[in-house]
T-cell receptor, first 113, second 115 residues
Framework: DAGVTQSPTHLIKTRGQQVTLRCSPK?????VSWYQQALGQGPQFIFQ???????QRGNFPDRFSGHQFPNYSSELNVNALLLGDSALYLC????????????FGPGTRLTVT | AQSVTQLGSHVSVSEGALVLLRCNYS??????LFWYVQYPNQGLQLLLK??????LVKGINGFEAEFKKSETSFHLTKPSAHMSDAAEYFC?????????????FGTGTSLTVIP
């Protein structure tokens, strides 16, 4: 049973560029959440997707956007990258949206120079 | 909004000693609470969860946590630390919104196990 997978594992971008991160949920899961984890911090909730719609959003600017596909996989897009966007980006999947436990992928390490 | 406070960003214990990692939460409704562990360069792994059933929750790898409503706490314990327990531990609370739910994480506690 495949767990949550994310790609790429590492990414280096320049300020002002755009980046797309990808996530495939655990088999049987239909909900995907994205988190940003800065060095030495806990994960911060970005948004959650269910039925191809953004259902909940944390305190992140519109530069952060996402998408969910019919097969439940998801993308996180970040435009106009800032140095402060450097972080580990975690994808978590769950079954449904109501307080279900979340299973995390290994993350994508984004470095903005 | 919910919030989670983890007291002690770094905890060191000797191998075989008791592990106690502290977590306090704020919630206006009965919470769903979780403990996750993160090993270097990896994602988060669920240790255990509290979902309003038994107040003492047993998880994987010998960890357990006790929900105390009067103290708004959900501390994580393990009777005997093992070297492989060295990792970062996160407490989280789940809040359900109108259309979905989100997790609020604490800032984490780094556990060092001394041989």
């Amino acid at each position: 049973d495949a767990g949550v997978t994310q790609s790429p594992t590492h990414l280096i971008k320049t300020r002002g560029q755009q980046v797309t991160l990808r996530c495939s949920p655990k088999s049987g899961h239909d909900t995907v959440s994205w988190y940003q984890q800065a060095l030495g911090q806990g994960p911060q909730f970005i948004f959650q997707y269910y039925e191809e719609e953004e259902r909940q959003r944390g305190n992140f600017p519109d530069r952060f956007s996402g998408h969910q596909f019919p097969n439940y996989s998801s993308e996180l897009n970040v435009n106009a990258l800032l140095l402060g966007d450097s972080a580990l980006y975690l994808c978590a999947s769950s079954l449904g949206t109501l307080r279900s436990e979340q299973y995390f992928g290994p993350g994508t390490r984004l470095t903005v120079t | 909004a919910q919030s989670v406070t983890q007291l002690g960003s770094h905890v060191s214990v000797s191998e075989g000693a008791l592990v106690l990692l502290r977590c306090n939460y704020s919630s206006s409704v009965p919470p769903y609470l979780f403990w996750y562990v993160q090993y270097p360069n990896q994602g988060l792994q669920l240790l255990l969860k509290y979902t309003s059933a038994a107040t003492l929750v047993k998880g994987i790898n010998g960890f357990e946590a006790e929900f105390k409503k009067s103290e708004t706490s959900f501390h994580l314990t393990k009777p005997s630390a093992h070297m492989s327990d060295a990792a970062e531990y996160f407490c989280a609370v789940s809040e359900s919104g109108r259309t979905g739910n989100q997790f609020y994480f604490g800032t984490g506690t780094s556990l060092t196990v001394i041989p």
